[in-house]
């Protein structure tokens, strides 16, 4: 059973920065599937902000975060990070890693998803 645990979210005024976590179980997943973070604010639909695959270093990101945000990932830790710069008010939303088996920017192409840690920024 995979499971993916979100931490590090919480509260950063404008031009800070946060790092969120996740913790990912499962060896079969970790062998051959991409990561996503996604972020769902209050009534709006739920949007791709990056991805990283397990393999290689590859990793793409949504334009609003290009530049500001980066994602890592520690396979033997089975850890994937996203590091949040100059936050904007507008970043504010409930943050998700998710899993998948190939990179795709779409939420339904995710099977596996963490419960979300909230992220507030404000001005």
Known sequence: QVQLVES???SVQAGGSLSLSCAASGRAFLSSH?????????GKEREFV???????????????VKGRFTIS?????????????????????VYYCAGGRY????PNEYGYWGQGTQVTVSS
Not at 34 to 42: E, I, L
Not at 73 to 93: I, Q, S
Not at 103 to 106: E, N, R
Request: net charge positive; charged share 20%.
């Open 8 to 10: 590090g979210g919480g």
């Open 34 to 42: 991409v990561m996503g973070w996604f972020r769902q604010a209050p």
């Open 50 to 64: 990056g991805l990283i695959r397990w393999s290689g270093a590859s990793t793409s990101y949504a334009d609003s």
């Open 73 to 93: 990932r520690d396979n033997a830790k089975h850890m994937v990070y996203l590091h949040m710069d100059r936050l904007k008010p507008e970043d504010t939303a």
């Open 103 to 106: 990179i795709a920017t779409t």
